[in-house]
């Protein structure tokens, strides 16, 4: 879309007996002169000194809100165009208010009282080609507005939905995870319990084989102690050399031979005495 059009009418001064105070009207005489050369600001210092000689002048005020509005200060220039549209201006002039009021409200991006203003100014002016345009620009600007904010509060819920939706996940997960967590420190419980029984029954076994290899190791000291026992019972003699069997060989052999020697006498004599009856 082009650029919008502003309507600037500015009342030129024309000296009359009706103004008599001649400072305020050479104010405006200035400010007109430096706003036809662009000189916006040196146009505004001289509108609100002619505020300043006279508060009441509607063509001091219209002025000074067309040179703010040249210099990009929209707020202050919208104040301005607010005041004027209710002072007793023609139909004409009425509708030039309001649409620099409309172009204020535009720039400021308030698109629906931008569009009030353009159709106060038409029905002021219906005829008006520039309202007309200016118009159609802020109800496309309107609706492009109304459809951002639309998509806007839509994203917002949309977010708002993820956000519940990753909470819930959140939460879920949470709730996952202390139950794998329990489950986890349960099995490792038993696992360990598993384990401890293992151990232990480990530990009996060994026990119980140690056990058993004591009553073995025992058993086999008894058996080794009876058989000594048994030995020694038996009469089994330890084993001696050759030298010390001979001669006890010779002395079993003297002592047997004196034996026999003794017998003998011992059998002669009985035969030599009879006992009588």
């Known amino acids: 879309m082009t650029k919008l059009s502003i309507i600037i009418a500015l009342f030129l001064f024309i000296s ?5 105070q001649e400072d305020a009207s050479k104010y405006i005489y200035n400010g007109n002169n430096s706003y036809k050369s662009n000189n916006y600001k040196d146009a505004e210092i001289d509108y609100r000194k002619s505020l300043e000689k006279d508060p009441n002048s509607s063509i001091a005020k219209y002025n ?13 220039a919208m104040d301005k165009y607010k005041e004027l549209s209710g002072e007793n201006f023609s139909k004409r002039e009425l509708s030039k208010v309001f649409h620099n009021l409309g172009n204020s409200l535009l720039e400021d991006k308030k698109y629906q009282e931008s569009v009030d203003a353009y159709i106060n100014a038409l029905k002021n002016n219906p005829k008006d080609d520039d309202t007309k345009y200016n118009l159609a620009y802020a109800r496309e600007m309107l609706r492009k507005q109304q459809q951002q904010d639309k998509n806007k509060d839509k994203n917002k819920d949309n977010k708002d939905k993820n956000d519940q939706n990753k909470d819930k996940q959140d939460q879920n997960k949470d709730k996952n995870g202390d139950k794998n967590k329990d489950q986890d420190g349960q099995n490792k419980d038993e696992k360990n319990k598993d384990k401890q029984d293992q151990n232990k ?34 009469g089994q003699k330890p084993k001696i050399s050759k030298q010390d069997a001979e001669r006890i060989l010779q002395a079993m052999m003297n002592d047997e031979k004196e034996l026999q020697k003794k017998l003998r006498k011992l059998k002669s004599k009985s035969n030599k005495t009879e006992k009588n009856w």
């Not at 000074?64 to 202050?76: D, F």
């Not at 058993?212 to 058989?227: A, F, M």
């Open 16 to 20: 009359t007996s009706a103004y008599s």
């Open 201 to 234: 029954q480990k530990g009996d076994k060994n026990k119980d084989q140690e056990n058993d290899k004591k009553d073995g190791n025992d058993g086999q000291q008894d058996e080794n102690k009876t058989g000594d026992k048994d030995k020694a019972q038996s």
């Open 64 to 76: 000074l809100a067309n040179s703010l509005y040249k210099q990009g200060n929209y707020q202050e």
